[in-house]
């Protein structure tokens, strides 16, 4: 088994508010996170791909094809957005990058056509990264 | 199961020597390790934690505990210090970056899985770097068979 890596970067704005809580629970909770004008990150997104060579290619996925679906199904509906207000799945789910990372895991998983999605790895900044395996 | 990893960093020195073996010993296994006066890294530490989201936060754990915790268990510790003359459990144990990391990995554990609101997550591993080119990790060890 390889595994095979491909990272994309896209920048976005969120806010960490549960409208179910209260004023004082949210600024408790989520601290500067919740300052209702949102703030912004340059995420860092890796998506690992597991699977045999192809004996014919010498590969295991076509880049190509991983970077079009990347492109399409992940950066066009997150890059330069705001995610609470934009994206549908956060219009109820708080955008946390735990939340994210498994939302691009059901986004990418069902569509590829080669190998098997391994691992979504999502870092905020450069210290803060979280790891999704489908599990 | 979403994994969170958060990244620190503290410097310290330190001297690859066991007391136990001949001085010619000591130089052929540690090299300039062995460097009688010691020597210092900046050290960049990753903690990962690992459990289920939680609904009504959409996070795994409070990133402020977990700050508070490594800070006091672990930086508060080991920054700035040497580490075989300033850290008890090195004054019987080379301070080799694999025992600073399976050390820093039995600091953690128990406090982090302390149970209550958002901090369900249990340490899953320490990732301890020496220099850009040097990292090790820790899991802890896998259960006894017996």
């Given at each position: 088994?390889?595994?095979?890596?491909?990272?994309a970067?896209?920048?976005?704005?969120?806010?960490?508010h549960?409208?179910?809580?209260?004023?004082?629970?949210n600024?408790?909770?989520?601290?500067?996170?919740?300052?209702p004008?949102?703030?912004?990150?340059?995420?860092?997104l890796e998506v690992?791909?597991a699977g045999?060579i192809n004996?014919?290619?010498?590969m295991?996925v076509?880049l190509?094809?991983?970077?079009?679906?990347?492109e399409?199904?992940?950066?066009?509906?997150?890059?330069h957005?705001?995610?609470?207000?934009?994206?549908?799945?956060f219009?109820?789910k708080?955008?946390t990058?735990?939340?994210i990372a498994?939302?691009?895991?059901?986004m990418?998983?069902?569509?590829?056509?080669?190998g098997k999605?391994h691992?979504i790895r999502?870092?905020e900044?450069s210290?803060l990264?979280v790891?999704?395996?489908?599990? | 199961?979403?994994y969170?990893?958060?990244?620190?960093?503290f410097?310290?020195?330190h001297?690859l020597?066991n007391?136990?073996?001949?001085?010619?010993?000591n130089?052929?296994?540690?090299?300039k390790c062995?460097?009688p006066f010691?020597?210092?890294?900046?050290?960049?530490?990753?903690?990962t934690?690992a459990g289920?989201?939680?609904?009504?936060?959409?996070?795994?754990?409070d990133?402020?505990?977990?700050?508070g915790?490594v800070e006091?268990?672990?930086?508060?510790?080991?920054?700035?210090?040497?580490?075989?003359?300033d850290?008890?459990?090195?004054?019987?144990?080379v301070?080799?970056t694999e025992?600073?990391c399976?050390e820093?990995f039995?600091?953690?554990?128990?406090?982090?899985?302390?149970?209550?609101?958002?901090?369900?997550?249990?340490?899953?591993?320490?990732?301890l770097?020496?220099?850009?080119?040097?990292?090790?990790e820790?899991?802890?060890d896998p259960?006894?068979?017996?």
């Open positions: 088994m390889i595994y095979v890596t491909r990272r970067e896209f920048s976005a704005s969120h806010v960490y549960n409208p179910k809580l209260s004023p004082e629970e600024r408790r909770i989520f601290g500067k996170c919740n300052n004008h949102g703030h912004g990150h340059n995420y860092t690992t791909v045999s004996p014919t290619t010498g295991v076509d190509k094809e991983l970077k079009t679906l990347l399409r199904e992940v950066l066009q509906l997150m890059d957005k705001f995610l609470n207000q934009e994206v549908a799945a219009a109820t708080i955008p990058t735990e939340n498994v939302e691009i895991w059901g990418l998983a069902p569509k590829l056509s080669f999605l691992r999502l870092y900044t210290d990264y790891d999704y395996y489908g599990d | 199961m979403v969170l990893t958060r990244r620190y960093r410097c310290a020195s001297r020597h007391e136990a073996l001949p001085d010619d010993e130089l052929r296994i540690y090299g062995d460097s010691g020597h210092g890294h900046n050290y960049a530490l990753e903690v934690v289920p989201i939680d609904q009504e936060t959409g996070m795994v754990f990133l402020v505990a977990l700050d915790i006091k268990e672990v930086l508060e510790r080991l920054d700035h210090t040497n580490l075989n003359l850290v008890e459990n090195f004054r019987a144990c301070p080799t025992n600073v399976t820093i039995h600091l953690l554990c128990d406090k982090i899985k302390g149970g209550g609101p958002l901090r369900a997550a249990c340490l899953s591993r320490v990732r770097e020496e220099t850009s080119s040097n990292f090790f820790y899991e802890g259960p006894s068979a017996s």
